[in-house]
């Protein structure tokens, strides 16, 4: 079975830093462009951030540039999203999915979301 797991969320004052990791199981991650994806309580699911599958195009929505970093590591089903200098309004729980293809590194069409971790920050 198909199943993409995030973790690496956590409780964070303004300022700090987090790495989430988006693992896959089932299927390999170094095959398809990944995406990051948020949503805080009453609002909608946005992008974040996105990767290609060759992982030469990155796409960060204007909200996180400068801050959020999005790497990849192949042949360990693994997908980063490095957050620095973290704001309240970034919490929310991040979710990644498996793109069915990417242009430009903007994520298209995802699939498979993961179940999400939160990503808290406070003072």
């Known amino acids: 079975q198909s199943q993409l797991v995030e973790s690496g969320g956590g409780l964070v004052q303004p300022g700090g830093s987090l790495r989430l990791s988006c693992v896959a199981s089932?299927?390999?991650?170094?095959?398809?462009?990944i995406g990051w994806f948020r949503q805080a309580p009453g609002k909608e699911r946005e992008a974040v951030s996105s990767i290609s599958r060759g992982g030469g195009d990155t796409n960060y929505a204007d909200s996180v540039k400068g801050r959020f970093t999005i790497s990849r590591e192949y042949g360990k089903n693994t997908v980063y999203l490095h957050m620095n200098s973290l704001k309240p309004e970034d919490t929310a729980i991040y979710y990644c999915?498996?793109?069915?293809?990417?242009?430009?590194?903007?994520?298209?069409?995802?699939?498979?979301w993961g179940q999400g971790t939160q990503v808290t920050v406070s003072p």
């Open positions: 089932g299927f390999s991650l170094d095959y398809y462009g």
């Open positions: 999915s498996r793109c069915t293809s990417t242009y430009g590194g903007v994520c298209i069409e995802p699939r498979d």
